[in-house]
């Protein structure tokens, strides 16, 4: 008789505890649920199941990794680990910033009831209870030898309820790891608002956002068009920009900045609508089309050819340098572009989800036209060493790779930095500069600062220690 069909493997036993505190050595708010196994042995269905799990790619891009389970422990207390382990990887595939499954706590000698402890957030109780729920019917009707696949479909909804607490700023995500590796404790407050420690010697983190953080800074930082003006009135080298309101005016600014151009939104991040390097009255219109999709508010300003660099300010100090690569190729003389594309898309911190470290570099129109201009398309062959660009600007999201500067940045530039950062009575800042060669002073080759931002992502792949 197989005594899961009439009994389940594994039931919750009264009415879960919501801990909002941390207990048992557990870094995080938890639940504690009691479980009663039904005495079954035959536990041969257990390794299919998890299986089934690890090959979800709701849960991780590519097979994910199975469960430890020792031999020697009770099926009751498996059947309640995978459940934790599970748990860890949908809030991981969610962004739900959980980095510690929970565990057992308590397991009564004849093995029949175990009592464990389920990490969650301190608003997230009641979601995760229900997420446990749902897992634990799926391991029921595996013991049953039931069809559990209707069930395991609905792992994309699963994973959709649980993204109103996913971390919204990467920053966010791995302050929380390194105060968990550092035994810092964070609290939630509101979004992506955390305390981090407790009592006079805490601190208030939105991001990059500090306690500190000035809003007036903030402000003047976001407007493109204000932050230009105010870093020239102190006589910090910008680039010569124009307000445009249409096509027209977009021509006309262009024609006599003298080209090459730049046209980006006024109010946005990230390089969303930036075209850099334009060199003709069409290349513009089509740019200026572009932008205003995303923003009604654009400038065009001069194009300086110089690298790209980010310089992080913290407290009047220059912490950290990474000069941002445009998406691009280099030649070994033997491979073509389409194929040296590959070869970079192959680099495992690529990807096209929302949390990997760098993306996908893709010959869409943008690379087709930047290789036209060197009379090449995606069949051609570079001479070995020779970058070709297939970028318009240096930035991360759209193919671009970080190269570390910190230690070859000339001091005079280190200081025009820190000087523009304080300008904006910012404590912390990310200043996009360009110039030619980063270890020769801007005094001597010149340079210009393109931006202010007060709120910097600082990356994940070259500044991991800035947490």
Not at 91 to 115: F, I, Q, T, W
Not at 277 to 284: A, K, P, R, T, Y
Request: proline residues 4%.
């Amino acid at each position: 008789m197989n005594v899961s069909a009439d009994f389940p493997a594994l039931k919750i036993i009264g009415s879960p505890g919501e801990m909002a505190g941390f207990i048992y050595g557990l870094k995080y708010p938890s639940l504690l649920i009691l479980l009663q196994g039904n005495g079954e042995k035959n536990h041969s269905w257990l390794a299919d199941v998890n299986r089934a799990f690890a090959s979800r790619p709701e849960i991780a891009e590519g097979e994910a990794d199975l469960p430890l389970l020792l031999p020697d422990v009770s099926l009751t207390e498996k059947i309640a680990l995978s459940i934790l382990h599970w748990m860890g990887r949908l809030y991981s595939a969610a962004g739900v910033p959980v980095y510690e499954n929970g565990r057992k706590v308590m397991e009564e000698p004849d093995e029949s009831l175990v009592m464990i402890a389920v990490t969650t957030l301190s608003f997230l109780h009641k979601e995760s209870l229900n997420i446990f729920s749902w897992l634990l019917e799926i391991f029921n009707l595996a013991a049953a030898e039931k069809d559990y696949q209707l069930f395991l479909d609905e792992l994309a909804k699963i994973k959709k309820r649980l993204s109103p607490a996913a971390c919204m700023l990467k920053n966010t995500e791995r302050f929380l790891k390194e105060s968990l590796r550092r035994r810092i404790p964070a609290v939630s407050l509101a979004g992506d608002i955390y305390q981090y420690g407790y009592g006079s010697r805490s601190r208030l983190l939105e991001s990059t956002f500090t306690d500190s953080t000035t809003s007036i800074g903030v402000h003047f930082a976001r407007s493109k068009t204000s932050a230009s003006c105010f870093l020239r009135m102190a006589g910090i080298p910008v680039p010569e920009q124009r307000i445009v309101r249409n096509i027209r005016d977009a021509e006309i600014a262009a024609e006599e900045i003298g080209f090459p151009v730049v046209v980006k939104p006024a109010d946005l991040d990230g390089g969303i609508g930036v075209a850099a390097g334009l060199d003709s009255i069409e290349e513009v219109r089509t740019a200026f089309t572009a932008a205003f999709r995303e923003s009604s508010n654009i400038v065009l300003e001069k194009h300086f050819e110089g690298h790209d660099f980010r310089l992080v300010v913290f407290q009047d100090e220059l912490i950290f340098a990474v000069e941002r690569v445009p998406g691009g190729v280099t030649g070994d003389g033997r491979s073509t572009v389409r194929q040296l594309v590959d070869q970079i898309n192959s680099d495992p911190n690529r990807g096209d989800g929302e949390r990997t470290l760098l993306k996908m570099l893709d010959l869409d129109e943008e690379a087709l036209l930047l290789l036209g201009k060197k009379r090449m398309d995606a069949e051609s062959v570079p001479p070995a060493g020779e970058f070709v660009k297939l970028r318009r600007t240096a930035n991360i999201a759209t193919g671009g790779s970080p190269l570390i500067a910190s230690d070859r940045i000339h001091p005079d530039n280190a200081v025009l930095a820190v000087r523009a950062a304080r300008l904006f009575r910012l404590d912390l800042a990310g200043i996009d500069l360009l110039i030619t060669d980063i270890s020769r002073s801007w005094f001597e080759i010149g340079c210009v600062i393109c931006e202010v931002n007060a709120q910097p992502g600082l990356g994940g792949i070259t500044s991991s220690h800035l947490y």
